[in-house]
């Protein structure tokens, strides 16, 4: 029996990745290059670069995959970390853009 309620939602999932200091920049670059070459574009979905001096060496991503995303991300030169964001954090993030 299946759920009548049941329904196929995507759930808005963020990371957010540590790159090596002063290499943003080139790491973005990197990532769309793969992005494009692996025709990535369902799995990363979204790259934001955040405007405040405390983000310097992150970026914020809405991805499809964790795991897929985790595995992209560690093959990229001046990748450090990635950690899960709830979608309010990643929005709090946001925020402070607009």
Same mark, same amino acid.
């Given at each position: 029996?299946? +759920? @009548?309620?049941? *329904?196929? &939602?995507? /759930?808005? *999932?963020?990371? =957010?990745v540590t790159i090596r200091q002063w290499k943003?920049?080139?790491? /973005? $670059?990197?990532? *769309? &290059?793969?992005?494009d070459r692996q025709k990535l574009e369902d799995v990363i979905l979204e790259i934001i670069e955040p405007e405040?001096? /405390?983000? +310097?060496?992150? @970026?914020? =991503?809405? @991805?499809?995959?964790?795991? /897929? &995303?985790? $595995? @992209? =991300?560690m093959q990229i030169e001046?990748?450090?970390?990635? *950690?899960?964001l709830k979608p309010q954090e990643a929005q709090r993030m946001l925020a402070r853009e607009a």
């Open positions: 029996m299946s +759920d @009548i309620n049941q *329904q196929d &939602t995507v /759930v808005e *999932q963020w990371c =957010l943003r920049e080139s790491f /973005v $670059k990197y990532l *769309q &290059t793969e992005i405040e001096a /405390v983000y +310097d060496n992150m @970026i914020l =991503l809405r @991805i499809a995959s964790f795991p /897929v &995303t985790r $595995k @992209i =991300l001046f990748f450090q970390g990635i *950690q899960r």
